[in-house]
């Protein structure tokens, strides 16, 4: 049995729950009760519904779709600008929040742990921000002339307004001569940050494999391969861990051709 004073505070944590969920509108409050409870010891079920999809404003404990676009797959790219399109909040969390160390010198070749944002106002809300979008990514190209691409990363609202990012990138990508891969990676979607690794690889495949293939067969692009290489994949180099499998591989005879993403480039 569970004693008296236990059962006090079980009650009171209840209360305190429905003292939190009284601040939710009615549809909202209705779906985030079901991620809410009391442990108690004996029950075997702890009563709270997990994989499920986030409601956008509402803040969570995981993260989301564009945490793992801009967190895990593009953000740790070092030589591309990364922006965050969509209020600050968003890119300022995601600033060096991971320790994806990288070789380069930030601000003139490499850019890992540099927020860029589209900073959506009210207005933006209202009309878009495709224009501001585009006029960003100019200016960022002549104040950092050696990037080497841009990724835009889309934020909940660009989804709900319907920001047309694919065109932009399209656009971008023949005033500045480089790719721009628009991400779709907005933070409502899916039940976790997983489904924005799945959709920025995605990205990887449509817009820049798409580009080195036409370069290959355009003679651009050259490159000789050995039986012996091998490229790190989904190593995003927390702490200098690609670096660490990177050694060990070499020290074994293999030629490792690429990082990704960790120190990618």
């Not at 994806?100 to 809300?125: H, K, V």
Request: charged share 30%; glycine share 12%.
């Amino acid at each position: 049995m569970t004693p008296p004073e236990n059962k006090n505070i079980i009650e009171e944590r209840k209360e305190l729950i429905k003292e939190v969920l009284e601040a939710y509108p009615d549809k909202a409050k209705k779906k985030r009760e079901k991620h809410l409870n009391v442990f108690e010891e004996g029950k075997a079920d702890c009563g709270v519904k997990s994989n499920i999809k986030s409601l956008p404003g509402v803040m969570t404990a995981r993260g989301c779709a564009y945490a793992g676009s801009k967190g895990v797959v593009w953000g740790p790219i070092k030589d591309m600008i990364h922006i965050s399109h969509g209020p600050v909040g968003c890119g300022y969390w995601s600033w060096s929040g991971r320790r994806n160390y990288y070789i380069g010198t930030t601000g003139i070749d490499s850019f890992g742990t540099m927020n860029f944002t589209s900073d959506f106002q009210e207005r933006d809300i209202v009309f878009g921000g495709d224009k501001k979008l585009f006029k960003l990514i100019e200016e960022l190209d002549v104040l950092f002339p050696l990037n080497r691409g841009v990724s835009i990363q889309s934020e909940c609202p660009i989804g709900l307004i319907g920001d047309d990012i694919e065109a932009v990138a399209k656009k971008a990508a023949k005033a500045i001569e480089k790719p721009v891969v628009p991400v779709r990676c907005e933070g409502f979607r899916g039940v976790s940050q997983s489904l924005g690794h799945h959709i920025a690889n995605d990205m990887v495949r449509d817009w820049v494999f798409t580009r080195a293939d036409k370069e290959k067969k355009e003679g651009k692009l050259q490159f000789e391969g050995t039986p012996y290489d091998v490229a790190i994949i989904g190593d995003y180099n927390i702490g200098g861990d690609a670096w660490a499998s990177r050694i060990l591989l070499e020290e074994i005879g293999l030629r490792v051709v690429a990082q990704w993403s960790g120190d990618g480039a």
